[in-house]
Protein backbone atom coordinates (compact mmCIF):
# COMPACT_ATOMS: atom_id res chain seq x y z
CA UNK A 1 0.00 0.00 0.00
CA UNK A 2 1.24 3.52 -1.11
CA UNK A 3 2.02 5.88 1.60
CA UNK A 4 2.66 9.24 0.52
CA UNK A 5 4.92 11.99 1.35
CA UNK A 6 2.25 13.38 3.92
CA UNK A 7 2.76 9.97 6.28
CA UNK A 8 6.58 11.30 6.62
CA UNK A 9 5.56 13.99 8.93
CA UNK A 10 4.18 11.74 11.26
CA UNK A 11 7.21 11.61 13.47
CA UNK A 12 8.20 9.39 15.77
CA UNK A 13 7.75 11.60 18.83
CA UNK A 14 4.16 11.45 17.70
CA UNK A 15 3.60 7.97 18.11
CA UNK A 16 1.91 7.24 21.07
CA UNK A 17 2.75 4.27 23.11
CA UNK A 18 -0.11 2.03 21.03
CA UNK A 19 2.08 0.11 18.82
CA UNK A 20 -0.72 -0.43 16.31
CA UNK A 21 -1.60 3.23 16.25
CA UNK A 22 -2.92 4.78 12.92
CA UNK A 23 0.02 6.89 12.67
CA UNK A 24 2.24 3.91 13.04
CA UNK A 25 1.35 1.95 10.42
CA UNK A 26 1.13 4.41 8.20
CA UNK A 27 4.69 5.32 8.27
CA UNK A 28 5.37 1.48 7.85
CA UNK A 29 3.32 1.59 5.01
CA UNK A 30 0.59 -0.76 6.33
CA UNK A 31 -2.33 1.67 5.86
CA UNK A 32 -2.52 4.60 3.48
CA UNK A 33 -2.92 8.30 3.82
CA UNK A 34 -6.77 8.00 2.79
CA UNK A 35 -6.63 5.38 5.88
CA UNK A 36 -5.11 7.41 8.27
CA UNK A 37 -7.13 11.26 7.70
CA UNK A 38 -10.14 9.06 6.87
CA UNK A 39 -10.74 8.36 10.91
CA UNK A 40 -12.72 10.36 13.35
CA UNK A 41 -9.59 13.13 15.13
CA UNK A 42 -10.56 15.28 18.36
CA UNK A 43 -9.71 18.81 16.23
CA UNK A 44 -9.31 19.12 12.66
CA UNK A 45 -7.44 21.94 11.54
CA UNK A 46 -7.22 23.16 8.05
CA UNK A 47 -4.50 26.17 6.84
CA UNK A 48 -1.02 25.87 8.65
CA UNK A 49 0.17 29.90 9.60
CA UNK A 50 0.81 30.65 13.02
CA UNK A 51 -2.89 30.78 13.65
CA UNK A 52 -3.92 27.44 13.05
CA UNK A 53 -0.12 25.60 14.11
CA UNK A 54 -0.28 27.09 17.28
CA UNK A 55 -3.65 26.15 18.05
CA UNK A 56 -2.87 22.36 16.91
CA UNK A 57 0.13 22.41 18.97
CA UNK A 58 -1.19 23.88 22.02
CA UNK A 59 -4.64 21.03 22.07
CA UNK A 60 -2.44 18.14 21.39
CA UNK A 61 -0.37 19.13 24.31
CA UNK A 62 -3.84 19.03 25.74
CA UNK A 63 -4.12 15.39 25.00
CA UNK A 64 -6.29 15.91 22.13
CA UNK A 65 -5.86 13.82 18.80
CA UNK A 66 -5.19 16.48 16.17
CA UNK A 67 -4.23 16.69 12.27
CA UNK A 68 -3.59 19.41 10.91
CA UNK A 69 -4.27 20.24 6.95
CA UNK A 70 -2.02 22.79 4.72
CA UNK A 71 -2.61 22.85 1.00
CA UNK A 72 0.30 23.87 0.02
CA UNK A 73 3.84 21.75 -0.32
CA UNK A 74 5.59 22.21 3.04
CA UNK A 75 7.91 24.66 3.92
CA UNK A 76 5.67 27.09 2.11
CA UNK A 77 6.44 31.12 1.52
CA UNK A 78 3.68 33.97 2.09
CA UNK A 79 3.54 37.43 1.36
CA UNK A 80 4.68 39.02 5.23
CA UNK A 81 6.30 42.26 6.18
CA UNK A 82 8.25 39.32 8.09
CA UNK A 83 8.16 41.53 11.76
CA UNK A 84 7.31 39.66 14.35
CA UNK A 85 6.78 42.06 17.11
CA UNK A 86 7.26 41.65 20.82
CA UNK A 87 3.89 40.50 21.86
CA UNK A 88 4.45 37.42 19.32
CA UNK A 89 7.75 36.68 20.82
CA UNK A 90 6.62 36.34 24.06
CA UNK A 91 3.79 33.59 23.03
CA UNK A 92 5.85 31.74 21.09
CA UNK A 93 8.30 31.79 23.84
CA UNK A 94 5.92 30.80 26.39
CA UNK A 95 4.97 28.03 24.42
CA UNK A 96 8.24 26.59 23.67
CA UNK A 97 8.81 27.11 19.99
CA UNK A 98 11.31 29.45 20.08
CA UNK A 99 13.76 26.63 20.52
CA UNK A 100 12.80 24.73 17.40
CA UNK A 101 14.22 28.02 15.55
CA UNK A 102 17.90 28.23 15.31
CA UNK A 103 19.32 31.79 15.90
CA UNK A 104 20.93 32.05 12.41
CA UNK A 105 17.75 32.27 11.56
CA UNK A 106 16.48 35.35 13.40
CA UNK A 107 17.38 38.77 14.04
CA UNK A 108 16.26 41.25 16.75
CA UNK A 109 14.40 44.33 15.92
CA UNK A 110 14.42 47.76 17.50
CA UNK A 111 14.56 50.59 15.52
CA UNK A 112 12.16 51.93 12.67
CA UNK A 113 12.52 54.79 10.25
CA UNK A 114 9.06 56.14 8.89
CA UNK A 115 9.03 58.37 5.57
CA UNK A 116 5.88 59.50 4.68
CA UNK A 117 6.77 62.13 1.12
CA UNK A 118 8.56 64.69 3.04
CA UNK A 119 7.66 63.95 5.88
CA UNK A 120 10.59 61.45 8.32
CA UNK A 121 10.92 60.14 11.61
CA UNK A 122 12.94 57.73 13.56
CA UNK A 123 11.68 55.98 16.92
CA UNK A 124 12.76 52.68 18.94
CA UNK A 125 10.86 49.59 18.92
CA UNK A 126 10.03 47.43 21.93
CA UNK A 127 12.32 44.63 20.59
CA UNK A 128 11.13 42.43 18.19
CA UNK A 129 12.29 40.11 15.77
CA UNK A 130 13.16 39.61 11.72
CA UNK A 131 12.03 36.16 10.95
CA UNK A 132 11.21 34.93 7.11
CA UNK A 133 8.17 32.80 7.29
CA UNK A 134 9.56 29.59 5.65
CA UNK A 135 11.63 29.47 8.66
CA UNK A 136 8.81 31.01 11.60
CA UNK A 137 6.00 28.47 10.22
CA UNK A 138 8.63 25.84 9.75
CA UNK A 139 9.83 26.42 13.41
CA UNK A 140 5.40 25.91 14.57
CA UNK A 141 5.04 22.91 12.54
CA UNK A 142 8.15 21.41 14.09
CA UNK A 143 7.18 22.04 17.25
CA UNK A 144 3.35 20.85 16.90
CA UNK A 145 4.59 17.39 15.44
CA UNK A 146 6.83 16.81 18.75
CA UNK A 147 3.80 17.65 20.75
CA UNK A 148 1.40 14.94 19.26
CA UNK A 149 0.01 16.72 15.58
CA UNK A 150 -0.35 14.71 12.39
CA UNK A 151 0.94 17.78 10.07
CA UNK A 152 -0.44 16.85 5.99
CA UNK A 153 0.61 19.05 3.45
CA UNK A 154 -0.21 19.10 0.20
CA UNK A 155 -3.80 18.41 1.74
CA UNK A 156 -6.64 21.36 1.03
CA UNK A 157 -9.31 20.81 3.17
CA UNK A 158 -12.86 22.23 3.75
CA UNK A 159 -15.57 21.63 6.00
CA UNK A 160 -18.99 20.74 4.25
CA UNK A 161 -22.55 22.00 4.84
CA UNK A 162 -23.71 24.54 6.17
CA UNK A 163 -22.94 24.74 9.90
CA UNK A 164 -25.49 22.14 10.79
CA UNK A 165 -25.58 18.08 12.19
CA UNK A 166 -24.20 15.91 9.38
CA UNK A 167 -24.54 12.56 8.78
CA UNK A 168 -22.16 9.98 5.77
CA UNK A 169 -22.72 11.11 2.32
CA UNK A 170 -24.76 7.86 0.96
CA UNK A 171 -23.11 5.31 -1.39
CA UNK A 172 -20.33 7.23 -3.73
CA UNK A 173 -22.29 10.28 -4.04
CA UNK A 174 -20.30 13.17 -4.71
CA UNK A 175 -19.27 15.46 -2.05
CA UNK A 176 -21.26 18.48 -0.74
CA UNK A 177 -24.23 19.45 1.50
CA UNK A 178 -27.31 18.30 -0.29
CA UNK A 179 -25.36 15.06 0.11
CA UNK A 180 -25.57 15.06 3.84
CA UNK A 181 -28.91 14.53 5.58
CA UNK A 182 -29.49 15.60 9.28
CA UNK A 183 -29.16 12.62 12.09
CA UNK A 184 -30.11 12.92 15.61
CA UNK A 185 -26.88 11.56 17.03
CA UNK A 186 -24.42 14.37 15.82
CA UNK A 187 -20.99 14.11 17.24
CA UNK A 188 -19.03 15.03 14.50
CA UNK A 189 -18.60 17.64 11.90
CA UNK A 190 -17.07 16.03 8.58
CA UNK A 191 -14.14 17.81 6.38
CA UNK A 192 -13.19 17.19 3.06
CA UNK A 193 -9.81 16.54 2.19
CA UNK A 194 -7.42 16.27 -1.35
CA UNK A 195 -4.28 15.43 -1.95
CA UNK A 196 -2.78 15.66 -5.50
CA UNK A 197 -3.34 11.45 -5.49
CA UNK A 198 -6.30 11.18 -3.26
CA UNK A 199 -9.02 12.61 -1.63
CA UNK A 200 -11.78 11.46 1.30
CA UNK A 201 -13.52 12.89 4.16
CA UNK A 202 -12.65 12.50 7.97
CA UNK A 203 -14.46 13.57 10.87
CA UNK A 204 -13.77 15.87 13.43
CA UNK A 205 -15.50 16.42 16.67
CA UNK A 206 -14.68 19.90 16.08
CA UNK A 207 -12.70 21.65 13.01
CA UNK A 208 -10.95 24.98 13.13
CA UNK A 209 -10.53 26.87 10.18
CA UNK A 210 -7.35 29.12 9.96
CA UNK A 211 -7.02 29.28 6.14
CA UNK A 212 -6.09 33.08 5.88
CA UNK A 213 -7.69 35.51 3.30
CA UNK A 214 -8.69 33.06 1.19
CA UNK A 215 -11.79 31.28 1.63
CA UNK A 216 -11.55 27.21 1.39
CA UNK A 217 -13.60 27.85 -1.86
CA UNK A 218 -16.64 29.67 -3.56
CA UNK A 219 -19.34 27.05 -2.31
CA UNK A 220 -18.45 27.60 1.34
CA UNK A 221 -18.77 32.06 0.66
CA UNK A 222 -21.93 32.06 1.88
CA UNK A 223 -21.38 30.38 4.95
CA UNK A 224 -18.02 31.43 5.95
CA UNK A 225 -16.77 33.57 3.67
CA UNK A 226 -15.73 37.60 4.77
CA UNK A 227 -17.52 40.99 4.23
CA UNK A 228 -14.20 42.99 2.71
CA UNK A 229 -13.88 46.76 2.86
CA UNK A 230 -14.56 48.18 -0.80
CA UNK A 231 -11.43 50.97 -0.15
CA UNK A 232 -8.98 47.91 0.70
CA UNK A 233 -5.82 47.93 -0.38
CA UNK A 234 -4.15 44.80 -1.60
CA UNK A 235 -0.81 43.49 -0.23
CA UNK A 236 1.79 42.69 -2.13
CA UNK A 237 5.57 41.44 -1.35
CA UNK A 238 8.89 39.66 -2.51
CA UNK A 239 12.62 39.50 -1.51
CA UNK A 240 15.49 41.70 -2.89
CA UNK A 241 19.00 40.70 -3.19
CA UNK A 242 20.81 42.40 -0.12
CA UNK A 243 23.60 43.97 -2.37
CA UNK A 244 21.67 46.75 -3.89
CA UNK A 245 21.52 48.74 -0.69
CA UNK A 246 22.62 49.12 2.42
CA UNK A 247 19.38 49.99 3.11
CA UNK A 248 17.54 48.65 5.84
CA UNK A 249 20.20 48.38 7.81
CA UNK A 250 19.85 44.75 10.26
CA UNK A 251 17.65 45.49 12.72
CA UNK A 252 16.04 48.44 12.01
CA UNK A 253 11.95 48.64 9.60
CA UNK A 254 12.17 51.25 7.01
CA UNK A 255 8.43 52.00 6.40
CA UNK A 256 7.96 54.30 2.92
CA UNK A 257 4.99 55.67 2.63
CA UNK A 258 3.45 57.66 -1.26
CA UNK A 259 0.10 58.51 -2.70
CA UNK A 260 -0.30 54.76 -3.58
CA UNK A 261 0.40 53.44 -0.59
CA UNK A 262 3.50 52.03 1.43
CA UNK A 263 6.67 49.56 1.51
CA UNK A 264 7.88 47.65 4.75
CA UNK A 265 12.00 46.96 3.94
CA UNK A 266 13.55 44.48 6.58
CA UNK A 267 16.99 42.80 6.41
CA UNK A 268 17.09 38.88 6.88
CA UNK A 269 19.42 37.50 8.95
CA UNK A 270 20.71 35.99 6.21
CA UNK A 271 21.84 39.28 3.93
CA UNK A 272 18.77 39.67 1.50
CA UNK A 273 16.17 42.05 1.87
CA UNK A 274 12.02 41.61 2.71
CA UNK A 275 9.73 44.27 1.16
CA UNK A 276 6.12 43.78 1.62
CA UNK A 277 3.83 46.13 0.28
CA UNK A 278 -0.25 47.68 1.01
CA UNK A 279 -1.07 49.29 -2.11
CA UNK A 280 -4.10 50.90 -3.95
CA UNK A 281 -5.46 48.53 -6.53
CA UNK A 282 -6.23 51.71 -9.28
CA UNK A 283 -2.54 53.49 -8.03
CA UNK A 284 -1.39 49.73 -8.95
CA UNK A 285 -2.99 49.52 -12.58
CA UNK A 286 -2.34 53.08 -13.72
CA UNK A 287 1.58 52.36 -12.78
CA UNK A 288 1.40 49.27 -14.72
CA UNK A 289 1.83 47.04 -11.64
CA UNK A 290 3.39 45.93 -8.65
CA UNK A 291 6.81 45.98 -9.36
CA UNK A 292 6.20 49.81 -11.22
CA UNK A 293 3.91 50.53 -8.28
CA UNK A 294 6.55 50.04 -5.31
CA UNK A 295 9.31 51.45 -7.02
CA UNK A 296 7.58 54.53 -7.40
CA UNK A 297 7.04 54.51 -4.01
CA UNK A 298 10.58 54.45 -2.55
CA UNK A 299 12.55 56.27 -5.40
CA UNK A 300 13.27 58.95 -3.30
CA UNK A 301 14.31 57.22 -0.45
CA UNK A 302 16.68 54.99 -2.51
CA UNK A 303 17.53 54.33 -6.28
CA UNK A 304 19.39 50.91 -5.91
CA UNK A 305 15.68 49.80 -3.76
CA UNK A 306 13.55 51.39 -6.48
CA UNK A 307 15.90 49.83 -9.35
CA UNK A 308 15.20 46.27 -7.45
CA UNK A 309 11.84 46.47 -6.48
CA UNK A 310 10.84 47.35 -10.33
CA UNK A 311 12.72 44.10 -11.40
CA UNK A 312 11.86 41.30 -8.64
CA UNK A 313 8.63 39.28 -9.38
CA UNK A 314 6.35 40.26 -6.93
CA UNK A 315 3.21 38.27 -5.65
CA UNK A 316 -0.13 39.76 -4.59
CA UNK A 317 -2.83 39.14 -1.92
CA UNK A 318 -6.38 39.71 -2.26
CA UNK A 319 -8.26 42.69 -0.67
CA UNK A 320 -6.26 43.26 3.01
CA UNK A 321 -9.40 44.55 5.19
CA UNK A 322 -12.15 42.41 5.99
CA UNK A 323 -14.19 40.62 8.22
CA UNK A 324 -15.80 37.08 8.51
CA UNK A 325 -20.28 37.66 8.20
CA UNK A 326 -19.77 35.00 11.71
CA UNK A 327 -16.47 33.48 14.34
CA UNK A 328 -17.94 30.29 14.10
CA UNK A 329 -21.09 27.75 13.38
CA UNK A 330 -21.63 23.94 14.22
CA UNK A 331 -18.62 22.78 15.80
CA UNK A 332 -16.79 25.00 14.12
CA UNK A 333 -14.50 27.57 15.11
CA UNK A 334 -12.71 30.47 12.71
CA UNK A 335 -9.59 31.43 13.89
CA UNK A 336 -6.81 34.39 12.55
CA UNK A 337 -6.93 36.31 9.33
CA UNK A 338 -9.67 33.73 8.46
CA UNK A 339 -11.80 36.11 10.96
CA UNK A 340 -10.93 39.05 10.28
CA UNK A 341 -7.73 41.77 9.02
CA UNK A 342 -6.36 45.02 9.00
CA UNK A 343 -3.71 46.27 6.73
CA UNK A 344 -0.84 45.28 8.00
CA UNK A 345 0.68 49.13 8.93
CA UNK A 346 1.43 48.52 12.49
CA UNK A 347 3.48 44.40 11.71
CA UNK A 348 0.65 43.24 13.84
CA UNK A 349 -0.75 40.27 11.91
CA UNK A 350 0.85 37.39 13.39
CA UNK A 351 0.59 38.42 16.85
CA UNK A 352 -3.20 38.78 16.27
CA UNK A 353 -2.89 34.95 14.77
CA UNK A 354 -0.84 33.76 17.97
CA UNK A 355 -2.70 35.30 20.53
CA UNK A 356 -6.47 34.24 19.11
CA UNK A 357 -4.81 30.64 18.89
CA UNK A 358 -3.97 30.84 22.68
CA UNK A 359 -7.47 31.86 23.58
CA UNK A 360 -9.08 29.32 21.57
CA UNK A 361 -6.84 26.48 22.57
CA UNK A 362 -8.12 27.03 25.82
CA UNK A 363 -11.98 26.70 24.42
CA UNK A 364 -11.01 23.11 22.51
CA UNK A 365 -11.12 20.60 25.59
CA UNK A 366 -14.47 21.65 26.72
CA UNK A 367 -15.72 21.93 23.08
CA UNK A 368 -14.57 18.26 21.87
CA UNK A 369 -15.58 16.87 25.60
CA UNK A 370 -19.55 18.35 25.01
CA UNK A 371 -19.81 20.55 22.32
CA UNK A 372 -22.68 23.14 22.75
CA UNK A 373 -23.93 25.98 20.45
CA UNK A 374 -22.95 28.64 23.08
CA UNK A 375 -19.56 27.93 22.81
CA UNK A 376 -19.83 29.97 19.34
CA UNK A 377 -20.48 33.32 21.07
CA UNK A 378 -18.28 32.79 23.95
CA UNK A 379 -15.34 32.35 20.54
CA UNK A 380 -16.54 36.20 20.06
CA UNK A 381 -16.06 37.35 22.93
CA UNK A 382 -12.83 35.76 23.86
CA UNK A 383 -11.90 37.07 19.99
CA UNK A 384 -12.87 40.40 21.04
CA UNK A 385 -11.12 40.81 23.83
CA UNK A 386 -7.24 38.77 22.83
CA UNK A 387 -7.57 40.34 18.82
CA UNK A 388 -10.21 42.89 18.06
CA UNK A 389 -9.95 45.31 20.63
CA UNK A 390 -6.30 45.61 20.27
CA UNK A 391 -6.73 46.03 16.23
CA UNK A 392 -8.25 49.82 16.18
CA UNK A 393 -4.93 52.12 16.57
CA UNK A 394 -4.17 49.75 13.20
CA UNK A 395 -7.26 50.24 11.71
CA UNK A 396 -6.79 54.47 12.59
CA UNK A 397 -3.26 54.58 11.50
CA UNK A 398 -4.44 52.75 8.08
CA UNK A 399 -6.99 55.64 7.45
CA UNK A 400 -4.90 58.11 7.93
CA UNK A 401 -2.48 56.71 5.76
CA UNK A 402 -5.42 57.66 2.72
CA UNK A 403 -3.94 61.15 3.35
CA UNK A 404 -0.75 61.15 2.41
CA UNK A 405 0.39 64.80 2.70
CA UNK A 406 -1.31 65.36 6.51
CA UNK A 407 0.25 61.94 7.78
CA UNK A 408 3.61 63.81 5.85
CA UNK A 409 2.95 67.03 8.74
CA UNK A 410 2.17 64.34 11.34
CA UNK A 411 5.36 62.48 11.11
CA UNK A 412 7.49 65.99 10.96
CA UNK A 413 5.89 66.71 14.17
CA UNK A 414 6.40 63.15 15.86
CA UNK A 415 9.99 63.50 14.44
CA UNK A 416 10.25 66.55 16.80
CA UNK A 417 9.03 63.82 19.74
CA UNK A 418 9.99 60.36 19.55
CA UNK A 419 9.33 59.66 22.71
CA UNK A 420 5.56 59.17 22.00
CA UNK A 421 6.44 57.15 18.20
CA UNK A 422 7.92 54.94 20.96
CA UNK A 423 5.07 55.00 23.45
CA UNK A 424 2.76 54.14 20.37
CA UNK A 425 5.01 50.98 19.77
CA UNK A 426 4.98 50.19 23.15
CA UNK A 427 1.00 49.74 23.54
CA UNK A 428 1.06 47.80 20.92
CA UNK A 429 2.99 44.98 22.27
CA UNK A 430 1.55 44.86 25.49
CA UNK A 431 0.07 41.56 26.18
CA UNK A 432 -3.20 42.10 28.01
C1 LIG B 1 1.80 42.78 2.84
C2 LIG B 1 1.66 42.16 4.20
C3 LIG B 1 2.60 42.44 5.18
C4 LIG B 1 2.47 41.87 6.46
N1 LIG B 1 3.42 42.14 7.40
C5 LIG B 1 3.32 41.61 8.62
C6 LIG B 1 4.33 41.83 9.60
O1 LIG B 1 5.36 42.44 9.34
N2 LIG B 1 4.14 41.30 10.84
C7 LIG B 1 3.04 40.56 11.15
O2 LIG B 1 2.91 40.12 12.32
N3 LIG B 1 2.08 40.30 10.23
C8 LIG B 1 2.20 40.81 8.98
N4 LIG B 1 1.26 40.51 8.03
C9 LIG B 1 0.09 39.71 8.41
C10 LIG B 1 0.40 38.22 8.53
O3 LIG B 1 1.05 37.75 7.38
C11 LIG B 1 -0.92 37.46 8.73
O4 LIG B 1 -1.75 38.16 9.62
C12 LIG B 1 -0.67 36.05 9.32
O5 LIG B 1 0.08 35.26 8.44
C13 LIG B 1 -2.03 35.38 9.60
O6 LIG B 1 -1.82 34.05 10.00
P1 LIG B 1 -2.92 32.93 9.71
O7 LIG B 1 -2.39 31.70 10.34
O8 LIG B 1 -4.26 33.43 10.09
O9 LIG B 1 -2.97 32.78 8.12
P2 LIG B 1 -1.83 32.41 7.06
O10 LIG B 1 -0.47 32.69 7.59
O11 LIG B 1 -2.25 33.07 5.79
O12 LIG B 1 -1.96 30.83 6.92
C14 LIG B 1 -3.08 30.25 6.32
C15 LIG B 1 -2.64 28.89 5.75
O13 LIG B 1 -3.80 28.16 5.34
C16 LIG B 1 -3.51 27.48 4.14
N5 LIG B 1 -4.79 27.18 3.48
C17 LIG B 1 -5.64 28.07 2.88
N6 LIG B 1 -6.74 27.41 2.41
C18 LIG B 1 -6.57 26.11 2.73
C19 LIG B 1 -7.35 24.94 2.51
N7 LIG B 1 -8.54 25.00 1.88
N8 LIG B 1 -6.88 23.75 2.96
C20 LIG B 1 -5.68 23.66 3.60
N9 LIG B 1 -4.89 24.75 3.82
C21 LIG B 1 -5.33 25.95 3.40
C22 LIG B 1 -2.62 28.46 3.38
O14 LIG B 1 -1.85 27.81 2.37
C23 LIG B 1 -1.75 29.01 4.52
O15 LIG B 1 -0.57 28.25 4.71
C24 LIG B 1 1.37 41.04 6.75
C25 LIG B 1 0.43 40.73 5.75
C26 LIG B 1 0.57 41.27 4.50
C27 LIG B 1 -0.42 40.92 3.42
Known amino acids: MAVGMAAKFVKESNWKS ?47 RVVLLEKEPWPRNKVC ?17 LEHLSQSERIALDRMELRVLWGRARFDLPEGLVI ?61 WETPTEKGVLRAKVTVGSWGLIGPGRDQEAIWGQDVSPK ?37 ANGTIDAAAALDAGYVRLAGGLAEATSRIVEKTDKGLAEACSKAT ?47 AELLPRAVKHWDDTLVG ?33 TAIASLCPPMGTRIARSLVRDP
Not at 255 to 262: F, K, Q, R, S
Request: overall charge positive; proline content about 7%; some cysteine.
Open 232 to 268: SRIGAGTTLPGYVSELPEPGKLWMIAGVGGYVGLVRF
Open 378 to 410: EWARLHQISVSSRSGLCRTLSKLLRYPHLCAGL
Open 81 to 97: GCCLNGRGVGILQKAGV
Open 314 to 360: WKGTPALTRNSKTPGSHRFFLLGDAVGYVEPFTGEGMTWALAGARSL
Open 132 to 192: SRPAMDGALVDWAIAGGVSFFPKTKAKPLGDGKPFSEPAGNAPLGNAHYKEQPEDGFIPVA
Open 18 to 64: DPDSPEKLAVSGQVSNTQLLSQTWDVAVIGAGPAGTLVAGLAARKGL
